[in-house]
Nanobody, 114 residues
């Protein structure tokens, strides 16, 4: 399984970004896709996840500002991020969990300037 993320960049506080990720390879019918992030000097943390039935879960910091979505036919997951603030600066990683295995993309940098 390979995951390719895109859409990161530099944005001013209060702005928006949309991250996208495409999964390829042996994708099973039951899986959970999601986004995690890792800021400098911090551990990787959950941002949001979504099942194939589109049940979603968000971190407290993401609730109300970020929206995760997916296209099962295309094996893609997206993260719409609004009202960004400097604390959102991190490398964002796309993930896919299936059959007890976790797969990760390379990550895309999101930088929010104040």
């Amino acid at each position: 399984v390979q995951l390719q993320a895109s859409g990161g960049g530099l944005v001013q506080a209060g702005g928006s970004l949309r991250l996208s990720c495409t999964a390829s390879g042996s994708i099973f019918s039951i899986n959970v896709m999601g986004w995690y992030r890792q800021a400098p000097g911090k551990q990787r943390e959950l941002v949001a996840t979504i099942t194939r039935l589109r049940t979603t879960s968000y971190s407290d910091s993401a609730k109300g500002r970020f929206t995760i979505s997916r296209d099962n036919a295309k094996n893609t997951v997206a993260l719409q991020m609004n009202s960004l603030n400097p604390e959102d600066t991190a490398v964002y990683y796309c993930s896919l969990r299936q059959s007890g295995h976790d797969y990760w993309g390379r990550g895309t940098q999101v930088t929010v300037s104040s």
